[in-house]
């Protein structure tokens, strides 16, 4: 594996690997102090993506979302991709791997103030015929674009319609 010299998105340089092309693993920067892991999956522009306990982990979920996009292409082809779909790689590095996926990443964030029924149908069928708890869901959803970016009413109309669909033997 190829060795760099990655630049972070505050300018700060580390050496990096290139697990896949595109993807850089690196120690974490330790003068974040926003999250507690060791190591990171970030773009080679620089921006941070996903954070991991360990150098293993972290080479690991770059494989794992190796095919989600094209990852060489630039940052602002990235977020002016319409069809990358934030939620999709959540799930994808908060599910399948040991990562967190970093929300304050600079990939394509909608300005959406609303929700849509197709919004609310996603996150049931995440939620689907597990034994997760209200507040689980809620925590789901806080994290989740397009609630994330909601005020508190809009949010717990949300909440209540998932909830009926999830849990209908529940009020919410």
Known sequence: MNTFTHTLA???TVTATEPVPGLRVYPADPNTGSYDYTWAV???????????DAQDEAEMTAKEIADFTDWTRTAEELRGDATLDRHALRNRINHRTYGVFQYGS????PSRTSFTDEDILRIAADHEGDDTDGPAIISDMAI???????????FN????????????EHTA
């Not at 970030?42 to 991991?52: E, I, K, T, W």
């Open 10 to 12: 505050d300018g700060t």
């Open 106 to 109: 600079e990939l394509p964030t």
């Open 157 to 168: 109309d949300a909440y209540g319609k998932v909830m009926r669909l999830v849990h209908p």
């Open 144 to 154: 989740t674009e397009p609630f994330m970016y909601l005020d508190t009413e809009t």
């Open 42 to 52: 970030g773009h080679h522009s620089g921006l941070l993506l996903v954070a991991c």
